[in-house]
């Protein structure tokens, strides 16, 4: 089993894990997408996580994955819910992604799973920009926030709208033990 921790920020959503492959350690940015098995294993823990199906997987893997294609993809992604800028340039991008691997479906367990006609990384972005124009489809695509501790490269859904930071263990006490720091060094200056 492939531990959750080496991939941090795990989430429910298989963008949000293709966008947290990139973060920091130790005040330096790492990307976790470097290596041809890497791809390998952040499938193998999307897969066991329920997060792709067997089937897709399976499709997946009938070709290669092109880590240079899947990074510039999560790049994006992160530059858009970074900035959330362009919005129509987005769309294009997910479009084009279904497009290139148009999608057929199987129910399976009452699930409608989404299965790409080509594998390799165009099957995988083909399932991943479906998921995304989804949440557009939805209206849930303001719900994508990047972490508000700059020291932290980590996406999260704000669900109610309110969260700041990816974690509270991790980034938000580690931001509010520093407020208190400095209203603490301030108080006593002052006195
Ligand atoms: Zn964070």
Request: glycine letters at 4%; a positive charge.
């Amino acid at each position: 089993m492939i531990q959750k921790t080496s991939f941090s920020h795990f989430s429910d959503y298989l963008f949000i894990n293709l966008m947290n492959t990139l973060k920091m350690q130790n005040h330096n940015p790492i990307d976790l997408l470097t290596e041809k098995e890497n791809a390998t294993q952040w499938l193998t823990l999307m897969e066991e996580n329920g997060l792709l199906t067997a089937s897709q997987i399976e499709q997946i893997k009938q070709a290669p994955i092109q880590l240079d294609d899947l990074r510039q993809f999560r790049d994006e992604c992160r530059d858009h819910f970074a900035s959330n800028k362009s919005h129509d340039s987005f769309i294009h991008l997910l479009t084009n992604a279904t497009k290139a691997a148009p999608l057929s479906f199987l129910l399976e367990k009452k699930n409608l799973t989404p299965l790409p006609s080509k594998g390799g990384t165009q099957g995988l972005l083909a399932i991943m920009a479906f998921q995304v124009l989804q949440f557009e489809g939805a209206g849930l695509l303001n719900k994508v926030k990047a972490c508000e501790n700059d020291d932290c490269l980590a996406f999260f859904i704000d669900q109610k709208g309110k969260r700041k930071w990816c974690s509270m263990e991790v980034c938000g006490n580690r931001k509010k033990a520093k407020k208190h720091y400095y209203t603490k060094t301030k108080t006593s200056k002052n006195t």
